[in-house]
């Protein structure tokens, strides 16, 4: 059996993925159709050939962009619906899914019609054998504390169905302990924590997502390579980071997939895990990734395993659903 169809056929999981991110082209224009909003593309072609990025920002400005089309409860249904079938289809069987409330409230459109297109598409896949999923209430790190305090409060209904909370968008500038005060609540709420950090921002945001937030992952962390006390750090209380490599090349934090430190972050024993992050901008869902580990980086079988088995170690499964899996 060839390594790509023994990762193909193992139980995986999805530890890094931004429903918004999964906005495929094809659904974009279909939305924007039935909306009638205006994009600055007028074929599936144009859209895929706009996705070419030189930074995180450039990236977001138009993941913002395709989030516009989203307006009422069956899109946001349809969103789900996609990705979980897409990722059903790769072998996935868990799925910690982040999406971005201000993404949508900023436009008008609040809880009460995605929570209900997203909860609906969730029961759905769980009804059709389907991944299980939790979700991930991110902020968007450019806007202000007191807007992410906002967001949680305007939350609070739908609490039971939120696993916990995530930090993203632009990362340089926007430093963690700008959100200690909404980390410490959504703690209080009894949710748990991840945020983007060393992604494009230095390796002292991952110390500051750790010291101050108090994440229980870290999504990327890739530059904590840069920090060889940070790397014990890491290595020591086994702090998972959810990498995602193609996310990486796409947006230049590495020129080259053949320079994707993840197979010399696993030689140091850093809990990696292998995540698709924004599928449709970045060229591929999960197995996807997998492959360009494959084919660029000459991924061993062992490793594979380990990050495979790492993605259900590193979930917020409960111990006894992890057992299952490990
Ligand atoms: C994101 Cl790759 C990435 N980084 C930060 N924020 C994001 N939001 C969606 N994708
Ligand atoms: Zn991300």
Not at 143 to 160: F, G, M, S, V
Request: proline share 5%.
């Amino acid at each position: 059996m060839s390594l790509m169809s023994l990762i193909a056929a193992l139980p995986k999981t999805e530890l890094h993925l931004h429903i918004e991110g999964s906005l495929e082209p094809e659904l974009m224009m279909a939305l924007a159709t039935k909306h009638n909003v205006s994009l600055p593309y007028t074929t599936v072609e144009e859209v895929a050939a706009a996705y070419q990025f030189d930074s995180l920002q450039s990236f977001l400005d138009l993941y913002y962009l395709g989030a516009s089309v989203l307006r009422d409860e069956e899109d946001f249904y349809c969103l789900m619906r996609d990705y979980l079938q897409r990722s059903h289809a790769q072998g996935v069987v868990h799925c910690e899914i982040m999406f971005d409330p201000q993404t949508h409230t900023e436009r008008g459109i609040g809880y009460d019609v995605f929570m209900p297109g997203f909860c609906r598409a969730i029961e759905e896949a769980k009804q059709n054998g389907g991944p299980s999923v939790l979700l991930i209430l991110s902020f968007l790190r450019h806007l202000t504390e007191q807007e992410a305090i906002q967001t949680l409060q305007d939350a609070k209904p739908y609490l039971d169905r939120i696993t916990a909370v995530g930090l993203d968008s632009s990362e340089k500038g926007n430093p963690p302990e700008k959100f200690a005060r909404v980390f410490e609540q959504a703690g209080q709420h009894g949710l748990l924590k991840v945020a983007h950090a060393g992604e494009e921002g230095p390796a002292s945001y991952i110390w500051s997502a750790l010291n101050t937030l108090q994440v229980d992952r870290i999504d990327h962390g890739v530059r904590c390579l840069e920090d060889p006390e940070l790397v014990e750090h890491l290595v020591q209380h086994q702090i998972p980071l959810t990498v995602c490599p193609l996310s990486n090349v796409k947006l230049c934090v590495y020129e080259k997939m053949e320079q994707h430190p993840l197979r010399d972050m696993l030689a140091k024993g850093l809990n990696v895990t292998v995540n698709a992050d924004d599928p449709s901008y970045f060229g591929g869902y999960l197995l996807e990734n997998y492959q360009a580990l494959v084919t660029s980086l000459a991924l061993t079988r062992e490793e594979a395993l380990t990050l495979i088995r790492n993605g259900f170690r590193a979930s917020f499964l409960a111990p006894e659903q992890k057992q299952y899996w490990l």
